[in-house]
């Protein structure tokens, strides 16, 4: 009940291309739900996140889209970038509780 | 922009030896948490704190570990007597937990034990 699940596991795209990562959870009191970047050596760096009660998020070409009855949320990179490759993880969590991370999706965007 | 840091960024130790990682979180913030990743895995919650005790704790955070805020500063995460799997990186993270469940990450620790 506690588990996120994130697909796929690694992620090739071209340069200009759309970057797709999925995210289902079980726990519906879960009603926080951001995306980390993170670089190799570093901490993972917050992207973007989104509460329940919207569908879609934007920031820049980052896009959150969240479907509350199916219970996924995903994130699309549009225009992906060389300098987005990187590990991207989707987490959840409950108010003031610690963030339940996904498996992590590694992202190589080639130009 | 204010930012979380940790220390030491790497600690090697001896399996059985007690460590103590170190955090400072940015300044305003009232919430407190660790995680580690092991090498090539996912980040896992081990412990939130607040108000000066714990708020919240994970599976993997059993008596071996334990936490503190010795000063208005500093967030320490102790192991008491290491062992082979606990190397991993550990990252300590801090959100202000009003009105939003942000966290910022500081760059980790590697602990490896030996």
């Known amino acids: 009940q506690q588990q996120v699940k994130q697909s796929p596991q690694s992620l090739i795209v071209q340069k200009g291309g759309i970057s797709i990562i999925n995210c289902a959870y079980e726990?519906?009191?879960?009603?926080?739900f951001p995306w980390y970047q993170q670089f190799p050596g570093k901490g993972p760096a917050l992207l973007i996140a989104i509460r329940p009660d919207v569908s879609e998020k934007k920031e820049g070409r980052f896009t959150i889209s969240f479907n509350k009855s199916a219970k996924q949320f995903s994130l699309h990179i549009m225009d992906s970038q060389p300098g987005d490759s990187a590990t991207y993880f989707c987490?959840?969590?409950?108010?003031?509780?610690?963030?339940?991370f996904g498996t992590g999706t590694r992202l190589q965007v080639f130009p | 922009e204010p930012e979380v840091t940790q220390t030491p960024s790497h600690q090697v130790t001896q399996m059985g030896q007690e460590v103590i990682l170190r955090c400072v979180p940015i300044s305003n913030h009232l919430y407190f948490y660790w995680y580690r990743q092991i090498l090539g895995q996912k980040v896992e919650f081990l412990v939130s704190?607040?108000?000066?005790?714990?708020?919240?704790k994970s599976e993997i955070f059993d008596d071996q570990f334990s936490v503190e805020r010795p000063d208005g500063s500093n967030f320490t995460l102790k192991i008491r007597s290491t062992k082979l799997e606990d190397s991993a990186m550990y990252f300590c993270?801090?959100?202000?937990?009003?009105?939003?469940?942000?966290?910022?990450f500081g760059p980790g620790t590697r602990l490896t034990v030996l």
């Open positions: 726990n519906t009191a879960f009603d926080y």
């Open positions: 704190f607040y108000n000066n005790e714990i708020s919240e």
């Open positions: 987490a959840a969590s409950m108010y003031r509780i610690g963030l339940i």
């Open positions: 993270a801090s959100g202000t937990g009003v009105g939003t469940d942000t966290q910022y």
